[in-house]
């Protein structure tokens, strides 16, 4: 499985960004699909997840500023961020399972946010 995210950039602290995640198969053959950033001089931190079923789990540092779907015609995933704070300046990694796989399996190449005070 092949991921390519994109929809990052520079926001000013209290907006919103939507990042995407495209797969390169049929999001049908994705059990999970989901979220990382990694910010500089930290570990990589898990943000969100969405499993094929439609059940969804976020990071407590996150809830209720992010909602993770996914558009299965298009076989791709959001991540809708809003009220975005100065600490959520990160790389955000696109990441997705197959039912062969755990969670996280795949990755994609991530996405610059960058959260202005």
């Known amino acids: 499985v092949q991921l390519q995210a994109s929809g990052g950039g520079l926001v000013q602290a209290g907006g919103s960004l939507r990042l995407s995640c495209a797969a390169s198969?049929?999001?049908?053959?994705?059990?999970?699909m989901g979220w990382y950033r990694q910010a500089p001089g930290k570990q990589r931190e898990f943000v969100a997840r969405?499993?094929?079923?439609?059940?969804?789990t976020y990071a407590d540092s996150m809830k209720g500023r992010v909602t993770i779907s996914r558009d299965n015609a298009k076989n791709i995933g959001y991540l809708q961020m809003n009220s975005l704070k100065p600490e959520d300046t990160a790389v955000y990694y696109c990441t997705a399972n197959t039912p062969t796989t755990s969670f996280p399996a795949y990755w994609g190449q991530g996405t610059q946010v960058t959260v202005s005070s």
């Open positions: 198969r049929s999001i049908f053959s994705i059990e999970n």
């Open positions: 969405i499993h094929s079923g439609g059940s969804t």
